[in-house]
């Protein structure tokens, strides 16, 4: 065997900065499994002063030890007590906290708590956070173990026996202050967007086995929730005493206020302290959302296009506790949505992400007011674990106020905040979130222009400050003749060219249309308008374009009989601003020729076109190069989590060789656009 038997998977290499006194696991996989006869393990801390290369000298801090059977070279499961107070494990799962001597003994001793299979090795050291919890935190010397305050140290792992023994490997470790990217995993568009905010940002994630919680990449594990809560809040806040530089005052956290239920260890042990000590408005503590409510939102418009537009992830500032992420407009369903999101809902809908123009909708349909709130100050109650708390006032409630265009009050609600979310299809399980919210409305139904005035109160009935939003909703009627042109707000990759549609609805043996577009002519150029043939065969269009405007007018002969919404012009257009840039596409003098050619007024439905990301840019920084050719190649044959809906360049709804091809022919210049 060679010397690369022996290797430290974890910690790995984004996760060697620990809060002062945690626990934690050295878990190695061998390269090669089933590995005969591997032989004890020894791990050992030192500080980092007192090792050069793999030579460490003095006496460690810790000295762990594997006692392994001595004709298998593994530990015999005998000498693993899996009754282990206050936790549970599968059975036949090799962790180490539950290691115990040949004899029964040493059931609280920290010195053999290593475990060593024919697939890896794994031992506990311990930091000071659990020196009460099941051991006697003292040395093979019976000395009393000190405390892993702030400092650099040493992993020295060694193989002392049979196919392991002469081999060394070490990793060196940080204790002091952490910053972590807290949040939920699920579904995995989270978890991605988070992982990749932390690193972008220079923050921990917390993906390595963390103490009290072993996996070994298959079926075994454990949870000793008595472990696995101290070492997890004092990552958060450490409260412990005899800390030298990670103390309450300098706690520093940043936390997705996404998928947040009062079940998981995000709210327990992650947001809790956090309003225990009362830092929910420190300098040091960053809430953040997603701003569409989604970290991709999916759905399907109004011309049954589906969309995947992916968030920014924005944090709240100032005193603002609450944030409107969108507004869905869509035909009212037999069942309720109230506080619920379904991303494979394939009902057809029209979203506003940006309500300050006011939202539109038509008599019979319905809107949802989706949003997100900050937590906001409150005590907690212990539970009967460490470190778990129950968290007593958030914004728990959404009251809402519609007046009409004289002031008229027509509605008065209160919705909670309580958004669910189902993330497989075909399931009926939901996942709920204590601080986001859906509020569904069926009840404007006569025509006109109301405003809706919303703020959030606590669990006493409360205001809560900073909560305070309005927008306008204009409802129309359904006419017998609702002729209308639609533009869609659209998201748009930079610098690349982009069909935008212009859709027409209502018309009846029309003879011509004319409007005139505005637009920024910083943020898009108009390349030319085309027309759908489908739609608008016989007819003849004449154009007049300078920057920023459009004055265009189309002639059918033919006669155009449309019902439905069906996109007739379209926009070919290159976007030209910086990513982030936003233009209003806004149409006016909107007017179509009926059969005994007289005009008639177009209702219009006037859209917004943002740059937000430059196409290709899979790794996000802002040009096309190998890396983005790299990990189109990854995603197609499975070797990286990631499927990032941007990378489907040939637009057939998957990602696949096509897409590699085509980005690696644009990296070297075969082709010029994506």
């Not at 005493?241 to 042990?269: K, P, R």
């Not at 935008?500 to 043996?509: A, Q």
């Not at 739609?535 to 059918?556: D, E």
């Not at 209003?584 to 943002?610: I, Q």
């Amino acid at each position: 065997m060679t010397h690369s038997d022996l290797v430290i998977t974890q910690p790995s290499a984004n996760e060697t900065r620990f809060a002062e006194m945690r626990d934690f696991y050295v878990y190695g996989i061998f390269p090669t499994s089933p590995f005969g006869t591997p032989g004890d393990v020894k791990i050992e801390l030192f500080p980092a002063s007192s090792c050069t290369g793999t030579v460490c000298t003095g006496i460690p801090l810790r000295r762990i030890q594997s006692h392994v059977d001595p004709v298998t070279g593994t530990t015999n499961q005998s000498c693993l007590d899996f009754s282990f107070v206050n936790g549970a494990t599968v059975k036949g799962g090799y962790v180490p906290d539950i290691v115990i001597n040949p004899d029964g003994s040493g059931y609280t001793d920290p010195n053999n708590k290593v475990v060593v299979t024919d697939r890896y090795y794994a031992g506990l050291v311990l930091g000071g956070v659990t020196k009460t919890y099941n051991t006697t935190y003292k040395n093979s010397s019976g000395a009393t173990l000190q405390d892993l305050t702030a400092g650099e140290y040493t992993i020295l792992v060694t193989g002392i026996s049979r196919s392991l023994n002469g081999q060394v490997v070490v990793k060196n470790l940080t204790f002091g202050i952490t910053n972590t990217a807290l949040g939920t995993n699920r579904p995995p568009d989270n978890k991605n967007a988070r992982s990749n905010y932390a690193i972008q940002h220079n923050l921990r994630t917390y993906f390595d086995s963390f103490p009290g919680y072993f996996s070994d990449g298959g079926s075994n594990w454990s949870n000793f929730l008595a472990r696995a809560y101290p070492n997890n809040g004092i990552e958060v806040v450490n409260d412990l005493y005899g800390t030298t530089l990670d103390t309450i005052a300098v706690a520093n956290n940043t936390m997705f206020m996404y998928n947040i239920n009062s079940e998981g260890t995000t709210y327990a042990v992650e947001l809790a302290p956090i309003l225990r000590y009362n830092l929910q408005d420190s300098a040091n503590t960053t809430f953040l959302y997603y701003s569409n409510g989604e970290p991709i939102l999916k759905y399907v418009d109004t011309t049954g296009t589906t969309w995947n537009i992916a968030s920014t992830i924005t944090p709240f500032t100032g005193t603002n506790r609450l944030a409107l992420t969108r507004v869905e407009v869509r035909s009212t369903p037999s069942s309720s949505y109230e506080n619920l999101y379904d991303p494979n809902d394939t009902a057809q809908k029209t979203v506003y992400t940006d309500v300050s123009g006011g939202i539109t909708l038509t008599q019979g349909q319905e809107f949802i007011i989706f949003g997100v709130t900050k937590p906001i100050a409150s005590t907690v109650s212990a539970t009967s674990y460490p470190y778990w708390y129950s968290i007593n006032n958030r914004t728990s409630q959404i009251a809402y106020t519609i007046t009409n265009s004289s002031g008229g009050v027509v509605l008065t609600a209160s919705h909670d905040v309580n958004l669910s979310r189902y993330f497989t299809p075909g399931s009926t399980m939901r996942f709920n979130s204590l601080f986001e919210f859906g509020s569904e409305f069926t009840s404007l139904t006569t025509p006109g222009t109301y405003t809706v005035s919303l703020h959030g109160t606590d669990v006493s009935g409360t205001v809560v400050t900073g909560t305070g939003s309005t927008f306008n909703v204009t409802v129309l009627p359904v006419e017998r003749d609702p002729a209308r042109l639609i533009l869609s707000n659209m998201s748009l990759y930079q610098n690349t060219a982009t069909r935008i549609p212009i859709r027409v609805m209502n018309i009846t043996s029309g003879t011509g249309i004319s409007f005139n577009l505005t637009y920024d002519p910083s943020v898009i150029r108009v390349n030319e308008i085309t027309l759908n043939q489908s739609y608008a065969s016989g007819s003849s269009l004449t154009m007049n374009a300078t920057s920023g405007l459009i004055r265009l007018s189309l002639t059918s002969t033919d006669g155009i009989t449309i019902g439905s919404p069906v996109p007739v012009f379209f926009i070919n257009t290159t976007s030209t601003g910086a990513v982030g840039s936003r233009t209003p596409l806004t149409m006016t003098s909107a007017r179509w020729g009926d059969g005994t050619f007289n005009y008639r007024t177009f209702d219009t439905v006037n859209g917004s076109a943002l740059v937000y990301r430059y196409r290709g840019d899979l790794n996000g920084n802002r040009e096309v190069d190998i890396g983005d050719t790299a990990k189109t190649a990854y995603m197609v044959v499975g070797k990286t989590p990631d499927l990032i809906p941007d990378a489907d360049f040939n637009n057939n709804g998957r990602i696949d060789v096509g897409d590699a091809s085509k980005i690696a022919y644009y990296l070297t210049g075969k082709i010029t656009e994506l």
